[in-house]
């Protein structure tokens, strides 16, 4: 269109008239665009302009044709240059142009209109420019926001600041609208954003106390209202038709985008996650899409497989599976397993992969779907060299283990002794082969069942199965003070002598050990060695024998040489000369030990013969102490070890000699093995039945395997000891002797080697006698702390 001044018809009359009167009135009224026709350039004019002009614009037709400057001055002024550019350019007969752009009505409003013209070259008039004028609005708005659209999503991807997308979004409908505000106010949960077409007017200052009209529609996530979008009019102006449309329209953007906007916050925050998951897994994971390219992979795969992580995210496969290959031990089969695996893209596989540097590497594949669509195969690899190794050494420990435990089982076998293991309930879990002999029955019968039902002892009181399991409830009570003396049974290895029946009824004497096996502070079973002594019994009767007969013989003629020599000394021959008379005194001093030793001899055989006759008498226990302590004084004298005697007091029903005989025998002991400076010392415990002696030193002590060996005839700690220290081992062996034909008992105490020996003996302090106790003879073996022997009854045939 031109700035050009025409009218809006020009007059005309007849025929012509009724037909201009017939297009104008009943052809063009009926048009919905503008009709024009004018004269372009810079001096041109309307020749014509349909009344529909002024529902467009605002202005009548005649407006226009009376003002030449109002439509140029109604152009939008940034669309001013361009249109009136291309209207200079095209003054060309039969050129054609539909322009768009912008009017401002005269309420203000900004309207689009389509200009769609045509040039021709009329008679009389020159160049004349006609078209229609057709309101575009709406399109244009529609275009726009669909633009807008675009762009905002574009943005959301690209993560650009939501603040900054609304205000675009505000600015956008502003500039669509025309209208002089647009303003978006998004309540988030605890602050509430304005979101502003215009930064100058952010604080929200203009929008307070809005004098204009106000376009207000609600935005929306899904049915919750969550801020809203209003449109704010100058005074005086009014909204378009189409603005309630244009507010709807934005609202529903600035809603999509608040939509796009948390989606892509999830997505993000998922993303993170998922990148959190993989890189903190102790799996490589590695990512290859159908085309065998490399999708992705964590830092661990690349750690694994020693690849640096750039080449990796470079996507290089040729380089990445070369280095792969590289690295294992059968190449070959790792190419041919994965060419495999593109044939079949639906299977999951599992397998196993070793390095040339000896680490080994579980491979787990799956492939990876979308939508039911196999889209790659994520592949993870864990390294289980240290489990492998583990597993080796695992197998290599059990085969180890396992040799030795046949080891030992034949070790086991090999012993003379029969020997059986238990469980915590006492059930035999393995027996050797010489304790199937023992028993005389085949391991089948034995294993797995209850050791009392195997193992018979001939006495019924004897009780295996007590020494095996727990605690042996109620020791028999009351018998020597000395017993509870650091006794535990619960977790000691105890020796018990007795007699034990075989499968076919025979009859042997035995000696039993049960140790208990102890794991981590508990009794997890135990260890029963049963030894057939029959035999050991039967040469022991023979040797008491063949001493017996040889001390008989002996006495008379030594006892004759004893007193011979005695009278040679004297000089009953004549004075002899020194160096005879010293050899008559070494052979005189020698007789003399040797019929002291025939002497305990005799009285050991007596005893055990039960011959040996007491003279009982009540006797004051304070004489006994001092006639033993004056007998033993010289020999303490000697050694320089001081014996020290405890209050005394009580009596006993005993033989007075053989009383101190005993004492004398046991203080002298103690002296022979207390070093110089050392106190022996012997105390008195007197009670209602029996009064207790305890002869305490501080010598070298005794051995917990020797407590009750040294009672026995002959037995010595150390066999060196007869020439050191003198003696003949038979004198506990008389003292055993003289205190239990008294009714007592007789036990060392000590905690081994370097602790110093306690000697304990009790006598009756009446005819009465003391309660014995029946049963076995038994010795318990503490597995440590202090240790005590206690001696039962001896039975007959065991004694010496
Ligand atoms: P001996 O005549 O050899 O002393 P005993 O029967 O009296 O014979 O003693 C036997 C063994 O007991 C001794 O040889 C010694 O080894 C040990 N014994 C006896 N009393 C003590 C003690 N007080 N301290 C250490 N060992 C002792």
Redesign the pocket.
């Known amino acids: 269109m031109g700035r050009s001044e025409a009218g809006h018809a020009p007059a005309a009359t007849g025929r012509d008239a009724r037909l201009r009167h017939f297009a104008e009135d009943l052809l063009v009224a009926r048009l919905p665009v503008t009709v024009y026709a004018a004269v372009p350039g810079a001096d041109g004019r309307w020749l014509y302009i349909s009344d529909q002009v002024e529902e467009l614009l605002g202005f009548t037709a005649q407006q226009f044709l009376d003002d030449r400057e109002l439509w140029f001055q109604r152009l939008h002024p940034e669309d001013r240059q361009r249109v009136v550019q291309a209207e200079d350019r095209s003054l060309v007969a039969g050129f054609r142009n539909a322009a768009e752009y912008r009017m401002v009505r005269a309420d203000g409003r900004v309207v689009w209109v389509l200009d769609d013209t045509v040039l021709e070259h009329v008679e009389g008039e020159g160049l004349v420019q006609h078209g229609l004028l057709s309101d575009i609005t709406r399109r244009k708005r529609t275009e726009m926001l669909l633009a807008a659209h675009t762009d905002l999503l574009g943005e959301v991807v690209n993560g650009e600041p939501l603040p900054e997308i609304l205000s675009h979004l505000a600015q956008t409908l502003e500039t669509t609208s025309g209208a002089a505000l647009c303003h978006l106010e998004i309540d988030a949960s605890e602050e509430r954003h304005a979101f502003v077409s215009r930064a100058d007017v952010a604080d929200g200052s203009p929008v307070r106390g809005w004098k204009g009209e106000e376009l207000r529609v609600p935005v929306r996530d899904g049915r919750r209202e969550v801020g809203r979008l209003v449109l704010r009019y100058p005074p005086g102006r009014t909204r378009g038709p189409a603005d309630d449309e244009l507010a709807a329209s934005g609202a529903r953007l600035a809603s999509t985008v608040l939509e796009r906007a948390a989606q892509q916050d999830r997505v993000a925050t998922s993303l993170a996650l998922l990148e959190a998951t993989l890189e903190s897994t102790v799996d490589g994971i590695l990512v290859v899409a159908a085309s065998g390219r490399i999708a992705g992979a964590n830092r661990k795969f690349a750690e694994m497989w020693h690849i640096d992580p750039e080449l990796l995210a470079s996507g290089d496969d040729g380089t990445v599976m070369s280095s792969v290959l590289r690295q294992l031990v059968y190449p070959d089969a790792f190419v041919e397993r994965v060419q495999e695996l593109y044939s079949d893209p639906t299977a999951s596989t599992f397998d196993e992969l070793h390095f040339r540097d000896g680490r080994v590497f579980e491979r787990y594949s799956q492939p990876q779907r979308l939508n039911g669509e196999s889209v790659g195969r994520v592949w993870s690899f864990r390294d289980v060299t240290a489990n492998r190794r583990l597993e080796r050494e695992v197998r290599e420990q059990t085969t180890v283990l396992e040799r030795l435990s046949r080891q030992h089982e034949s070790i086991l076998n090999s012993a003379g002794d029969g020997i059986y293991g238990l469980d915590q309930e006492g059930r035999v879990t393995f027996i050797n082969d010489a304790g199937t002999r023992l028993l005389g029955l085949p391991r089948e019968a034995v294993l797995g069942r209850p050791v009392d039902e195997v193992i018979r002892a001939e006495d019924v009181t004897d009780d295996i199965a007590g020494e095996v399991t727990a605690e042996p409830a109620g020791e028999p009570a009351g018998q020597s003070a000395g017993e509870s003396t650091g006794e535990r049974m619960g977790t000691a290895t105890r020796l018990v002598t007795g007699r034990h029946v075989r499968a076919d009824g025979r009859v042997f004497d035995s000696e039993r050990i049960v140790a208990p096996i102890v794991q981590d502070g508990g009794v997890v079973g135990s260890v029963v060695i049963l030894r057939d002594i029959s035999e050991r019994r039967a040469v022991d009767t023979m040797k008491d024998e063949f001493i017996s007969v040889v001390s008989h013989e002996l006495r008379t003629p030594l006892t004759s040489i004893r007193g011979a020599l005695g009278l040679l000394a004297g000089g009953a021959a004549g004075e002899l000369p020194p160096r005879a008379h010293r050899m008559v005194e070494v052979a005189s001093d020698s007789s003399d030990r040797l019929i002291r030793l025939i002497n305990d001899i005799l009285d050991v055989e007596r005893m055990a013969a039960g011959k040996l006759r007491l003279r009982h008498e009540q006797v004051d226990v304070m004489q006994l102490v001092a006639t033993a302590v004056d007998e033993t004084s010289p020999l303490a004298h000697d050694a320089g070890v001081r014996i020290e005697v405890g209050a005394v007091y009580g009596s006993v029903w005993a033989d007075r000699d053989r009383v101190v005989q005993t004492l004398t ?1 046991l203080l002298g ?2 002296v ?2 207390s070093t110089e400076g050392s106190v022996v010392r012997l105390t008195v415990v007197a009670g209602e039945w029996q009064v207790r002696f305890d002869i305490v ?1 501080e ?4 051995p917990v395997d020797q407590l009750e060996e ?1 009672f026995n005839r002959f ?4 066999a060196s ?2 020439r050191s ?1 003198g ?7 008389i003292c055993r002797g003289i205190v239990e034909q008294h009714g007592g008992d007789i036990w060392a105490t000590s905690a081994g080697p370097g602790t110093g ?1 306690t ?1 304990s003996f009790t006598l009756p302090t009446g005819p009465g006698g003391i309660s014995r106790r029946g049963g076995s003879h038994r010795t318990t073996i503490a597995s440590a702390g202090s240790v005590s022997t206690v001696l039962g009854q001896h039975r007959p045939g065991t004694a010496p």
Do not use: R, S, W
Request: proline letters at 4%; charged letters at 20%; aromatic letters at 8%.
């Open positions: 025998n002991n103690a022979k093995f030193d010598g070298p002590g005794i040294i037995q010595q700690v150390d000891d007869t220290k003696g003949t081992g038979l004198g506990l062996a020996a000697f």
